[in-house]
């Protein structure tokens, strides 16, 4: 026998305090859900294809009535915007960037449709001679409002998009009206641009001499400027003299290096000696002066020769035959001693003698070299200062002139401008002015503009499908039931769990949902609560739970079907079961499974049978029930909610692997609520197309808040109408279990 994880120690007291969950579930329903558009489409495809032809029926009637009623025909002629011409007597022209091209072009677009120029085209004469003007006389008289605001309405004007061209059309009622009325505001707009180019040039003429005299004005005093500049610093900008400050700036400059490298050796050279003279150490006595007292000093020159006589005096003395011992050798060698420290003596004094006139002689020199040093930064700082006064007055020379040429060049450039000006005025005639040319003249029109069959055949399967789908898509925001999974998907902690077809869509056609596991096996209901079994087993092991409490949101939702469905997937899986009918209003589970009323439940809770005497073997094995009980012992539900319910359920959990508790359904009692806060855990079953959203939250709100653990939602009833890859899903489930032949 296969059995669940057993409970911890404290479980298997049903009525043990858990901790509350952290949070309840959210109260209101679910408004803000997604909506499936491939579902919808599904759904309501043939509304949808009704919804488009009527719209094409709407169009073309509406196309039929429009075309007697109120056709229009459009009178268009088109102007091309020239390029801003830069030399009329070279005559090239530059090319524009695009937004120079569309300022010009917009600007000339609100001038064509602007107030004075479709009041200046009302008056002209082939105005009068319409048949459009015939329907704004009162009296005889032009009521000019009237006339101008369908005037305003009936011309349009617009870039032609990638070239060139602007596009005025005017729109009538009348193909001959319609030409008539573009001509007129035409006319009018050329009237209205010639008026503008005379007014423009007059005060570009006059803006352009001003900048002409101002140009003057400035060259002369930059002249002055230049004139001012070389007389006084005379200078020119090839100035030779920029040459000599420089040569005499370099010169100073490798002088001044020379001599400082000079002073810094006899700095060094003074530092030495002075070092050598205070610590009186003479042996570090440089080599040259050393050899100078040597052969200069005549104390010591004469203490050498008086040393070197000596020397050979006892030479002479050896050569006569004297030994070491002899007296005169011996007077000899303390003479040569004598001397010689004498020599020593005289020696180091002309030494230090020596190394002060050094010293001395190097203080004096680097007196001298410093004063050199002085002179020589003072004349470089001179020559430097020369020439950067050369080099600033050159460089403020060469920008007067710099300026001069650039004026000269805006001089000549604002002279061809005014002659420019006043050549294009002279050539404003014809088909162009200033910038635009007449690219066409309005053309009468053969075809109506409006009502177009295709445009009003899309425009009524437009309204009609809009509509069509907007009533679609309020009708899905309206519509609060729960239709499957998706629409729990935003509530907090409601999962769904499981989901079991409708009977309709099972290909076995169960006779009785109850017991379709066992009547149709291979059926799809059966298969819903096969996965239904494989989670709860999964998440009560996890839990280590033994009661489960499974509850319906209405009658007629399924959890009677779903008990007992579950009760026999586990008991064919060798799991021992206990069902438990606590449904003291309706009980079912009995009837079901052709068994006694009673004694049951409620005998159990008021204590007149054992546990053992309530407890029947149903035809399947390892699946008991304990019944409601006879109908005089279940008059109180409050019963469900004592302790002798908390010692049936501890009892049941120890005996059986699995105990399913069937109550009433969470809307006509509290049963349920009763129950959830004794058991481990507990399931919240509803049927599609029948709870609210809004209902199912708030009662999975209260069963999250008992101590039962919530083990999610079972949707009962799903229908796949709208979704046929579920449908092909169940179809393909039911063929793949039949028997090959």
Known sequence: MTTMQTAPSG?????AVRAAPAAAAPQGGGTGLPIDPVRLLRQYKYVLVLSVVMGIGLGVGAYMVLRRTSPRFTSTMYYEVLPNETSIESGSRALENSIE???VARTELRQMTSET??????RQSSVAQTKWVQQHLVNGVLDETRAFNDLRGAVTAAIETGTALLRLSASSSNAEDARQLANAVHTAYFDDLRSRLRDASTEDLEALNQSLAQNVTTQRQIRSLVEKLQTEKEIETDDS?????????DAATRSLGELRNEIKAFEARQTRLSDIASKGDLAQVPADIAEGVRRTDPKLIDQERTLLLLETEKLSLLDRGYGANHPEMRQIEARIGAARVQSEKVREEAMRAALSAEIEDLAGRLTGMKGQEENLTATL??????????????????????????????EKTIIDRIRQIEQLTVRSTGGRLGRIRVAQLPNLPTSVTFPQLPMMAILGVVLCGGLTGGLVVLRELLDQRVRGPSDLSAMARLRVIGQVPSVEEDPTKPEAVETAFRDAPTGAVSEGFRQLRAVVAKKMALGGHRTLLVVSAMPGSGATSTVCNLGMGFAASDFRVLMIDANFRRPTLHRVFKLGEGPGLGELLSRKVAFEAAVQQTPHTNLHLISAGLPASRGLPERLATEAMSQALRESAERYDLVLIDTAPMQVAGDGLALANRVDASLLVIRAMLEKRGMVARFGGQLGETRAELLGVVINGVRFAAGGYLRKNIRASFEYQQPTA
Request: charge should be positive; proline fraction near 0%; glycine fraction near 6%.
């Open 101 to 103: 091209f569309e300022r």
């Open 117 to 122: 120029v479709l009041k200046l085209g009302l």
């Open 11 to 15: 479980r298997a007291a049903a009525g």
């Open 241 to 249: 003299r920029v040459g000599t400050a420089r040569e005499t700036a």
């Open 381 to 410: 700082k001179v020559a430097q200062d020369r020439l950067v006064e050369i080099k600033n007055a050159q460089t403020q020379l060469e920008d007067l002139r710099d300026q001069q040429d650039s004026l000269k060049e805006s």
